[in-house]
């Protein structure tokens, strides 16, 4: 019994809606970031003798709705591999839940591979099957700038890690804000987005050319125009979700968005938000301190690098 570590990942073109909920198919392909600061480390004991799996999060065991998520994912992977046992599944979480930050991603990626260490699965694999628990946990699966191709199937929707030269000084900064859970959750702010928003098929359309101009960009390491793409796709997602009327938005999240574009008048600085209040801001190593002073002294901040994919411990 081994464990491992799955770092998170922030995108910078977003995943917003599935096409196919119960594969967890994209609308459209993602590109993110993996970040070494914030990470989950789980392991997995299958055991004969159990009647049910059972789920220990930071040193409790738990019996809610995040570990009826791991039993029906854990249901999945007996199905797909034609294991019998149930098991013991430990995890420790190293970054808030439920605020935005790809706490999911980490710990279904994590998951993934501890569950099936055994079977000495591939990379495009354990991406395959993270993304059942968690569309994001199939870009966790690998470090660095991730692409995740949307796909028309669970053969076919997978992440890739994008082949360039290391960005050594690209930064994120993560201004959290609040690490309480979040008004309502991805999923439903997705599937009402999905649903409901007269902008959706647009944000979608333009999502996808986001994606090939801001790959080039990464690959060239140009920050302004990652910067730039990056900051108006998520403007983008949330407009798609305000218009019906759902927002994550706090006054501390307009606050910082206010001050980041006033930067970017003389420094390469951007922002970037998922679901939750919490904005990261995209930058360079020259840059971080200039920007940390620019921000409000109440802002709990954590300078991110390009984190590694998974790790067995």
């Not at 938000?273 to 901040?301: C, F, Q, R, W, Y």
Request: hydrophobic share 40%; proline share 4%.
């Amino acid at each position: 019994m081994k464990t491992v570590r799955a770092h998170t990942n922030i995108a910078l073109i977003k995943y917003w809606g599935k096409k196919d909920n119960a594969l967890k198919i994209p609308h459209n392909s993602s590109l993110s970031l993996t970040l070494d600061q914030f990470y989950t480390e789980t392991r997995v004991e299958y055991d004969a003798s159990l009647t049910q799996d059972q789920f220990m999060l930071d040193g409790a065991w738990v019996d809610d709705k995040t570990s009826q998520r791991v039993y029906w994912f854990m249901d999945r992977i007996r199905e797909r591999y034609g294991i019998q046992e149930y098991a013991r599944i430990i995890s420790e979480n190293h970054v808030p839940k439920e605020a935005g930050l790809a706490s999911s991603a980490s710990a279904f990626a994590a998951l993934a591979k501890a569950a099936t260490l055994d079977l000495n699965l591939d990379d495009r694999e354990i991406s395959r099957l993270a993304r059942l628990g968690s569309g994001s946990a199939s870009r966790s699966v690998y470090g660095d700038f991730v692409r995740w191709n949307r796909g028309t199937s669970d053969e076919d929707s997978f992440a890739e890690p994008i082949t360039m030269e290391p960005w050594s000084d690209f930064r994120m900064i993560v201004c959290i804000l609040n690490d309480q859970i979040k008004p309502f959750s991805s999923t439903d702010a997705m599937n009402t987005t999905v649903a409901d928003s007269p902008y959706y098929d647009s944000w979608v359309a333009s999502t996808e050319a986001d994606l090939i101009q801001l790959e080039e960009a990464v690959k060239n390491h140009d920050i302004e125009r990652v910067g730039e793409i990056a900051q108006t796709n998520a403007l983008k997602m949330h407009a798609s979700l305000m218009a019906v009327n759902m927002w994550y938005f706090e006054p501390m999240t307009v606050e910082i968005m206010n001050r980041v574009r006033q930067l970017q008048k003389s420094i390469p600085a951007y922002f970037t938000m998922d679901a939750g209040p919490n904005v990261k801001i995209m930058t360079t190593a020259a840059h971080v301190e200039t920007i940390l002073e620019a921000l409000p002294s109440s802002v709990t901040t954590v300078v991110c690098k390009s984190g590694p994919g998974l790790i067995v411990l």
